[in-house]
């Protein structure tokens, strides 16, 4: 064998093993970039369904805070209804005619007349308190009409005047009302 054979077969031996190794170095990156691709596709559906929770998550609370909404400002509606017919019922009630006024105010003093010593009235009343009652008239008040009954050494005060017995009636029958007015 010569020395040109002996040089080749090396550099055959060498070439094999040089694509061998390359074979082997392209298998090795190829797993490796399977793996990177597989991890990746993990990371992104991870990160999707994360994002995708996340979206459900500010839908439900943009959905929750539109209904809270909506309610707050359905009962401000209401509560703005009920106002008005409150302030309806004080209207009806400061025009009653002399005759009414003094049908109601008759009917509380009969009932409640004994209870005290002094009576007050407001100034349009005053005339019509004094004729029906026997109580010392004690002066006027700020009110829609009717009494308050005042008993002798001024610890008990009785306040039969509209404003308080609608004030009254109203808390009473509030839910009755609503219900009526908005079903």
Do not use: H
Request: charged content about 35%; overall charge negative; some cysteine.
């Amino acid at each position: 064998m010569g020395l040109e054979t002996v040089v080749k077969d090396i550099m055959d031996a060498a070439q094999a093993e040089i694509a061998q190794l390359n074979r082997e170095a392209e298998a090795e990156a190829t797993l490796i970039l399977d793996e990177a691709k597989q991890n990746a596709k993990k990371i992104m559906g991870e990160r999707l369904a994360k994002a995708e929770d996340d979206i459900k998550k500010i839908r439900q609370q943009e959905i929750s805070s539109a209904n809270l909404e909506v309610k707050r400002t359905l009962l401000n509606a209401r509560k703005e209804v009920l106002e008005e017919v409150y302030t309806q019922a004080e209207t009806s009630i400061g025009a009653f005619s002399p005759e009414k006024n003094k049908e109601l105010l008759k009917s509380l003093i009969e009932k409640y007349e004994a209870s005290g010593k002094r009576i007050y009235s407001n100034a349009e009343s005053e005339k019509i308190v004094r004729e029906l009652s026997s109580l010392e008239y004690a002066g006027n008040i700020e009110c829609l009409g009717g009494v308050v009954i005042e008993n002798e050494d001024g610890t008990v005060k009785l306040d039969y005047t509209y404003d308080v017995i609608l004030k009254s009636v109203n808390e009473q029958l509030l839910r009755q009302t609503s219900d009526t007015l908005f079903g």
